[in-house]
C-alpha cells in the first residue's frame, strides 16, 4: 500500500505531531511498510470468544479520600512555566484549529 | 579491573557483607571507580551521583550487623531510566523529558531500597522503551561490551551492559515486547519479565499498558529470584498488580524442582528463522535438559506468527494514548517558538511533540492513532485484540501438555549498528519469540546458553505458567549449574 502525503497530515493532526515536509514524506513509506505487515491479520478468521483481560484482579478500589502528595513543589518545578504554584501557558485567546 | 568486581554476584555480595569481609561504601566506591573508567566507552548510564550513592553506603556501614536481616543489603543497582527516583532526573532517553526530575519514587525500586539496594545510575534505553537497539535514544548508542561496534540490544541495552560489563550487581529493566529478555540475550545475562501483574507499574512511564512489566537484569538465576522477591506484589497504586501471593523464590531454589521428570516444550517451526550458531546452542541446550532427566514434547502455538503483526497494533496503539501526556504542559519540554506564530493551543502540542520526540516514537505515536482511529478500528484494534486471545488460548493449550516451554530468546545475537536500521521490519524480528510472551502476559526468563562463533552471547528463553515464576527459575537454575559459569567480557 501507500499512504497520500494528505493521509500522513491528517494522522499526524490526529495524533497532535507537527511533521517537518522532509519527515512527512518519510512517514509516508515507514507507515506504509509497517502497516502492510500488519495487515496479515486480515488473513485470520479471529474466533475468540469471552473476556480474557490481562489482569484478573476486580476489587482495586481503595477508600474514596483526599490524600496530600509529599511535596507540591517537586511536582510543579517541573512546569515548563509557572507562576508560583499555578502552571503557566501563553494565552491563547481564540484557539482555531489548523487544517 | 578490580578482579573483585569481575567476579561478584549478587548471592557472593551478600555473603562477603554477613561475614564482613568489606563494607557497602567499599563495594560501591569499587563499582562507581569501575563505572567511571569504562562508561564513556559504553554509554550505559545517563546519569549518576556518586555523593548520594556513596552517602547511602556509608550510612549502611553503620548498619553492617544488619545486613543478614536486609534482602539486598549494600548492593548497588542501576535503574533504567524509564523509572522515577525521586531527585534523579528521568529521561525515557528522550528530549521530551531532558530536564525532567522524578517527583516521587516508583513502588519497584522502592521495595528494593527499603531492601538495602543502592542505586547507583539511572541507564540509557531505546527512547520510550521503543526499539530493540538501544540505537532510538536521543543521548546517544550504547556499546555491547562484548563487541562496541555491536548494538547491546533493547530497549534496556544500558541495563543490560551494566550488567554484563559489572558495573552494578543488579540491574532493573522494563519488557513491553523483549526489551529485558532480548538484551540479556545480546550481552550474556539473565533477564526476566515477570507474570503481568507480579510487579507494580506504579512509578514507571507507561510505553503499553496492558504489556509493561518491570524486571531485573543479574548475572545469575538465584540474584534474579531475590530481586524479584523483593520487588513482587500487590501495590494500591497498581490496579493491575495481583494479590497472589509472593514465593520466597531464593529458599525454595535450594530445593529445586527437579529437571528430571519435567516436560519441556520445544517450539520447532520457529527454529526456522535461526541463525546457525543460535540453533546449534539451542540444540545443545535441549541435549544437556534430556541428559538432565527432563523429557521433551513438541508443542504447537500455531497463531505464534500473528504475534509480532498483533503487538506492533496493540502496543502502538496503547502508546499513542499513553505519551498523549507530553504536550509541554505540566512538565517536559515546551516548544520555544513564540506564541505569535503558534496558531492556538493545539499547535503548541503539536510544535512541542515535534520537536521533542525521536523518530520511532513519533511512528508508533503515528501508527497506533491510525490503528485506533475511525474507519480503521475494527480493522486493526478490534482484529489484534481478538487474535490476542487466541494466542492467549494457544498457550494455555500448550501447558497442558508440558511444564515450561523453552525457545531461543532471540534468531540471532548481536547484529551491528545500522544493521537493521533501514527495514523496520528487520529489527521488529529481532523480538519474534519474546512478543508472544507479553501478549499472553506470561512470565519468560533469558539464560546465557552459549558463545556464537564471533564470539558473542546466545541466550536461551524458558516461558512460563502464569505467577509460576518458581518453576520457572528452580528449572532454570538447574540448567545454569550444569551449563557452569558463563565468562564476562573483557572490559
Not at chain 2, 350 to 368: H, P, Q
Not at chain 2, 428 to 444: E, K
Request: with cysteine.
Amino acid at each position: 500500500m501507500t499512504l497520500s502525503k494528505e493521509q500522513v497530515l491528517k494522522i499526524s493532526h490526529l495524533a497532535r505531531l507537527k511533521l517537518t515536509d522532509a519527515e512527512t514524506e518519510f512517514y509516508q513509506a515507514r507507515l506504509a511498510r509497517v502497516i502492510d505487515y500488519v495487515k496479515e491479520l486480515e488473513k485470520l478468521e479471529a474466533t475468540a470468544s469471552g473476556e480474557r483481560g490481562m489482569s484478573d484482579e476486580r476489587e482495586s478500589f481503595r477508600a474514596d479520600c483526599v490524600s496530600s502528595f509529599q511535596s507540591l513543589e517537586d511536582l510543579i518545578k517541573n512546569a515548563p512555566d509557572r507562576d508560583g504554584s499555578f502552571f503557566s501557558i501563553p494565552p491563547f485567546l481564540a484557539t482555531r484549529d489548523y487544517q | 579491573m578490580n578482579l573483585l568486581i569481575q567476579d561478584l554476584t549478587l548471592e557472593r555480595a551478600l555473603k562477603g557483607y554477613q561475614k564482613k569481609e568489606f563494607k557497602p561504601s567499599e563495594i560501591v566506591a569499587a563499582y562507581l571507580r569501575h563505572i567511571e573508567a569504562t562508561n564513556q566507552s559504553l554509554n550505559s548510564f545517563l546519569s549518576l551521583d556518586p555523593e548520594r550513592s556513596l552517602e547511602k553506603a556509608k550510612t549502611l556501614d553503620k548498619q553492617i550487623d544488619s545486613a543478614a536481616v536486609m534482602p539486598l543489603f549494600g548492593i548497588p543497582i542501576a535503574v533504567k531510566d524509564i523509572i522515577l527516583v525521586t531527585g534523579w532526573k528521568t529521561t525515557a532517553s528522550s528530549k521530551i523529558l531532558e530536564n525532567y526530575t522524578s517527583p516521587y519514587t516508583a513502588t519497584c525500586i522502592e521495595r528494593l531500597e527499603k531492601a538495602g539496594a543502592i542505586v547507583l545510575g539511572k541507564t540509557n534505553c531505546d527512547e520510550f522503551a521503543m526499539g530493540s537497539s538501544n540505537e532510538n535514544s536521543a543521548y546517544g548508542n550504547v556499546k555491547n561490551p562484548w563487541d562496541t561496534a555491536r548494538v547491546p540490544g533493547g530497549s534496556s541495552g544500558g541495563a543490560a551492559a551494566a550488567m554484563a560489563s559489572s558495573q552494578c550487581l543488579g540491574s532493573i529493566g522494563t519488557d513491553t515486547g523483549g526489551s529485558i529478555r532480548q538484551p540479556a540475550s545480546f550481552c550474556g545475562v539473565v533477564g526476566l519479565k515477570p507474570t503481568y501483574g507480579r510487579v507494580s507499574r506504579y512509578g514507571v512511564i507507561a510505553f503499553a499498558s496492558s504489556l509493561d512489566q518491570v524486571g531485573p537484569l543479574t548475572h545469575t538465576v538465584w540474584d534474579t529470584a531475590r530481586m524479584l522477591e523483593v520487588m513482587a506484589g500487590k501495590d494500591p497504586c497498581d490496579a493491575t498488580t495481583s494479590t497472589q501471593s509472593v514465593t520466597q523464590y531464593t529458599k525454595n531454589l535450594v530445593n529445586a524442582i527437579p529437571l528430571k521428570g519435567k516436560k519441556i516444550g520445544i517450539v520447532s517451526p520457529w527454529l526456522e528463522g535461526c541463525s546457525p550458531d543460535v540453533r546449534s546452542s539451542y540444540e545443545a541446550s535441549l541435549e544437556m535438559l534430556k541428559s538432565l532427566g527432563a523429557s521433551l514434547i513438541e508443542v504447537a502455538l500455531p497463531h505464534a506468527t500473528y504475534s509480532l503483526a498483533t503487538y506492533y497494533i496493540i502496543a502502538s496503539s496503547e502508546c499513542s494514548s499513553n505519551l498523549a501526556r507530553f504536550d509541554g504542559i505540566h512538565y517536559g519540554r515546551r516548544t520555544r517558538v513564540a506564541p505569535s506564530h503558534l496558531e492556538g493551543l493545539a499547535d503548541l502540542y503539536s510544535t512541542s511533540r515535534g520537536e521533542g520526540f525521536g523518530s520511532e516514537v513519533k511512528s508508533r505515536i503515528m501508527l497506533g492513532t491510525y490503528a485506533l482511529s475511525s474507519g480503521y478500528y475494527d480493522a486493526f484494534y478490534k482484529k489484534a485484540s481478538e487474535v490476542r486471545k487466541i494466542i492467549q488460548q494457544d498457550f494455555d493449550l500448550a501447558f497442558e501438555k508440558c511444564d515450561a516451554i523453552v525457545t531461543p530468546t532471540s534468531p540471532s545475537t548481536a547484529f551491528q549498528f545500522g544493521e537493521k536500521s533501514a527495514d523496520p521490519i528487520q529489527m521488529y524480528l529481532s523480538d519474534v519469540y519474546t512478543v508472544p510472551v507479553n501478549l499472553a502476559g506470561l512470565p519468560a526468563l533469558s539464560v546465557p546458553s552459549g558463545i556464537d562463533s564471533n564470539g558473542l552471547p546466545i541466550g536461551l528463553q524458558w516461558i512460563g505458567q502464569s505467577f509460576d515464576e518458581m518453576t520457572l527459575l528452580g528449572l532454570a537454575s538447574q540448567y545454569e549449574n550444569a551449563r557452569g559459569k558463563f565468562p564476562r567480557p573483557n572490559i
